[in-house]
């Protein structure tokens, strides 16, 4: 017999095992041996029991053999296929042309069994079980080409989907990750802010607390002499004052806002109280003191600057006349006494008319009789007025200090205690620049050599005017974004929805781009409307209008008065 191995041609360079040829080749054998130890076999009957069922016996072991590998070998293949399915279509295709080849190698088997059945002439029995058995290769070898490409496409359908869900699950993962990194960032800003509004505030008690113990100790002080001088109403005064300043501090008002004197004005004391006394104003030391420290702050020959006073008659009456500190203390003191009669003063308290004869001290005793008769009183308004008529007057540029009466009141121990002062201060002082225009007052003080835009040094000169920068009320700033980032630090700033209050600070973004582009400050806020005063408005100071929630307003700063 013939032991040639049989092969197949799957592609150019590659051959297998044609096991189907090799089956059919391994029954043809088994007939030839059958029918040679039938010959041999003295048997009759050829169509025997013993005879049939050694048939069957050979060519069922032949038929489950082939079976057996056929199912190992589709087996085999669609794990290979499987394997290459990552490789891509060219690999699916591969495998459609096995199936084909074994489908054909199949059929070839199925051809090749019934031509022996045939060149045999064996039983009908025989026969049978040798159809049964090519029909059960036929069936054996599909099912397992089916089962192999079922297997290929689970294959193919599960790497697809597992692809999907691994995008999924990464795309998943990195949200996650990127909502984490926000809540984290937004948990570590929320830390951040609330922990640098713990240490403003701790700052501003301590401040606060620091002020309101100079304070009553310059009261104390007064107190003393009072009652060294035998000033029993003045003693109950203090008293009250005392009391009153105690309790503010406890509250948190604004009494951080007075300034102590320097060493220089406190050594002047004994001097300070000698001539008081003997003009008549022994009650009003700490406003002496006042003057004198916004005047020269207790330096140089004329510490009162009294040169021009109308009772200097021993100097020139010009600027630096006067040469001696005593003289000038004296003089000063004398032409102050007049300022306060003259306004009417009737106490240490008394604000309201305590500011009209400050003012008057600077501007002179013309200034008092004018705002009296016109206005009823001082304001910082009509004091801005007053200035302006008399610099036309004389063809000066300017004549005094528009906000002498806020510059002197910081260093009062009892002007801030007593004065409503606040938002209304602000105010004032902001409407008294009104139409003014240039700014170089403005960018100048802040410390710029050369233009800037000014709205925002304006409203920093206006708080300074109030003594609100040296307070912490409200900040020095030339950039709107610098005032806005201020407020937020400290839990004081709203946003366009809010209602603003009198004296808070307006910022505007034109462009509504998130950019901060202008600042003013509130005047009132009456039907709807919200009015102001803002500097750089069309290059000068002057009031706008805008309705409650108007786009361009980018939110305020809620000044703590």
Known sequence: MSRDIKVRQVRRDVKVLDRGLTAAEHMKQGFVRIKEQTGQTPVQNQ??????????????????????????????????????????????????????SVRSQAQGTNSTIRQSVKTRNRSAQTVRTLQRTAGSIKTGGAQSIKAGGKAVKTAANSSRAATKTTAQTAKAVQMAARTSVITAQRAAYAARISA??????????????????????????ALISAIAAGGWVVLVILIVVILLGAA?????????????????VEAYDPLIRQYANEHGIGDYVELIKAVMMQESGGRGNDPMQASECPYNTEYANTPGGITDPEYSINVGIQYLASCLAEAEVESPIDMEHIKLAIQ????????????????????????????????????????GDKQYVAHVLRYYPYGRLISTGGSGDLVEVALSQEGNSGGEIYWRWYGFEEYQPWCACFV??????????????????????????????????????????????IFFDWGNDGSIDHVGIVVNVEDGFINTIEGNSSNKVQRGRYATGDSTIYGYGGVMY
Request: glycine share 10%; with cysteine.
């Open 47 to 100: 169509g025997s029991s013993e005879s049939v069922a050694y048939a069957q016996d050979r060519i069922s072991h032949t038929a489950e053999s082939l079976a057996y590998r056929g199912g190992k070998q589709a087996i085999r293949q669609g794990g290979k296929i499987g394997r290459r399915v990552k490789d891509g279509v060219q690999s699916v295709k591969e495998n459609t042309r096995l199936k084909r």
């Open 196 to 221: 640098k509004t713990a240490i403003v505030t701790a700052k501003a008690a301590a401040k606060a607390t620091a002020a309101a113990a100079k304070a009553a100790i310059a009261a104390t002080k």
């Open 248 to 264: 503010l501090s406890l509250l948190g008002s604004n009494s951080e806002t007075y300034t102590p004197v320097s060493e220089e």
């Open 360 to 399: 008057g001290y600077n501007y002179g005793n013309g200034y008092i009789t004018w705002a009296k008769e016109n206005y009823g009183g001082y304001s910082a308004t009509n004091a801005s007025d007053f200035s302006d008529m008399m610099a036309a007057q004389l063809g000066w540029s300017s004549y």
């Open 460 to 505: 920093s000169w206006c708080a300074d005017q109030c003594g609100y920068i040296d307070a912490g009320v409200i900040p020095k700033f030339s950039l709107c974004s610098a005032g806005v980032e201020w407020f937020q630090a400290r839990g004081q700033f709203m946003d366009s929805s809010y209602t603003p209050a009198e004296g808070d600070l």
